[in-house]
T-cell receptor
């Protein structure tokens, strides 16, 4: 099992450019998440998905869009990148377990290796 | 007050020392608690869940104090390989979107 993979690993964008970050997991996990990690801020949830075809906003969704057309993939899009979006982006997945989404709160999160994005 | 607070450190300790980290949380209704470890420029990985009765995994012991709203992590006989940032994670049951990460406590174990 590859676990959770992310592409690309690094990217430099100019302000106003667009890009898509791909997260893929081969563990058949139901729930997938996108976080950003900034110095002194901790990980903050951008968007999440509780299943194929579903997405929902997290704590800091502005400027980002997501899609989950296939269960194993969760895409994060930046339509018009801004310097404030310079960050490290982590994808994570969680098995559903028992109790649905509430039960997922007790399960381990499996993280991808991260994407380091710089917006100039 | 932040929802989850940790002392950022760094904690510089010699090999073999015992070190303890605390993490305070603001929501008394929080239901699940974790410690994650994050190595430099790597992704977070689960170290251990924290149970109400406290739990131990080898040299690591986690405790939960609901009355004072904090969790702790104790590392005994520190190894060089323990050097990392330790993240406190607190979830409010009823929806995964309630998960909150602390900013992490950096540990440096010195030879």
């Amino acid at each position: 099992n590859a676990g959770v993979t992310q592409t690309p690993k690094f990217r430099v964008l100019k302000t106003g450019q667009s890009m898509t970050l791909l997260c893929a997991q081969d563990m058949n996990h139901e729930y997938m998440y996108w976080y950003r990690q900034d110095p002194g801020m901790g990980l903050r949830l951008i968007h999440y998905s509780v299943g194929e075809g579903t997405t929902a906003k997290g704590e800091v969704p502005d400027g980002y869009n997501v899609s989950r057309l296939k269960k194993q993939n969760f895409l994060l899009g930046l339509e018009s990148a801004a310097p404030s979006q310079t960050s490290v982006y982590f994808c994570a997945s969680i098995p559903s377990g028992t109790g649905g989404l509430a039960g997922a709160a007790y399960n381990e999160q499996f993280f991808g290796p991260g994407t380091r994005l710089t917006v100039l | 007050r932040k929802e989850v607070e940790q002392d950022p450190g760094p904690f510089n300790v010699p090999e073999g020392a015992t070190v303890a980290f605390n993490c305070t949380y603001s929501n008394s209704a929080s239901q699940s608690f974790f410690w994650y470890r994050q190595d430099c420029r790597k992704e977070p990985k689960l170290l251990m869940s924290v149970y109400s009765s406290g739990n131990e995994d080898g040299r690591f012991t986690a405790q939960l104090n609901r009355a004072s709203q904090y969790i702790s992590l104790l590392i005994r006989d520190s190894k060089l390989s323990d050097s990392a940032t330790y993240l406190c994670v607190v979830n409010l049951s009823g929806g995964y979107q309630k998960v909150t990460f602390g900013t992490g406590t950096k540990l440096q174990v010195i030879p």
